[in-house]
């Protein structure tokens, strides 16, 4: 493995993408002050514009590190390189997933202090919150794993307007549970067998897109 190319690669993706995340990463630190007005109006505006921005901030790095070099005919550059498809791979999921997780990560710890220290919102929101952030993330991953592995534009457009619907439907699909709904409103955040669970499951399916992602790449033998 070329860990110094795999280096070079990384921050050549962190220079394309570091002014847009800040951007971005502002308009996420809006939503928390959103969140956290004693109002139902801007609760719900703060919610819905922190999930649209980190949905954002993923689309932006993959179609930015992934697809566009390949649109633009840049990656025939980046394969002349000494770097094979296991170094490529690697540089480009540690670069796209240390990226995304600096403001997700940031922006997670905001809304669940926001949820904490807010007498207005009940501490039962929590871990539905966490849930539903974790799947943003895991969402995100499985869009980049689309657009490393078909390298086509549509498919990761395809994937990712499936993700977006799909964020909807996992809120309501999470909310059905009574371990997650009947705690939703109440005093204290529990952490119960359901809640645990799912995010289990959801920490198993990131790596599991990881992994498959690593596996699929190492069959390839053509960069272009």
């Known amino acids: 493995m070329n860990t110094v190319m795999i280096k070079h690669l990384f921050v050549k993706d962190w220079q394309f993408c570091r002014n847009a995340l800040a951007f971005y990463f502002a308009i996420g630190v809006a939503s928390l002050f959103l ?16 999930v649209s921005i980190l949905i954002i901030i993923g689309a932006h790095l993959i179609f930015v590190t992934v697809v566009n070099e390949r649109k633009e005919q840049t990656l025939s550059f980046v394969m002349s390189l000494p770097v094979t498809f296991s170094d490529y791979t690697v540089a480009k999921l540690i670069a796209n997933i240390v990226a995304f997780l600096i403001p997700w990560g940031l922006l997670v710890a905001g809304v669940l202090s926001v949820i904490s220290f807010n007498a207005d919102i009940p501490n039962g929101l929590i871990p539905f919150a966490l849930i539903v952030l974790l799947e943003l993330f895991v969402a995100y991953l499985l869009v980049l794993s689309v657009a490393l592995i078909t390298e086509s534009e549509v498919w990761t457009i395809v994937m990712t307007t499936i993700c977006n619907i799909g964020v909807s439907l996992f809120w309501f699909w999470i909310s059905s ?3 997650i709904s009947k705690h ?7 952490w119960n067998t359901t809640a645990a669970s799912i995010i289990l499951i959801e920490l198993m399916i990131a790596a599991l897109i990881i992994i498959v992602t690593f596996w699929c790449q190492s069959r390839k033998t053509d960069f272009l």
């Open 35 to 50: 969140i956290s007005v004693a109002s139902k109006l801007s609760f719900y505006v703060g919610i819905v514009l922190l």
């Open 184 to 190: 939703i409103q109440g005093e204290t955040a529990i």
């Open 177 to 179: 549970f009574a371990g």
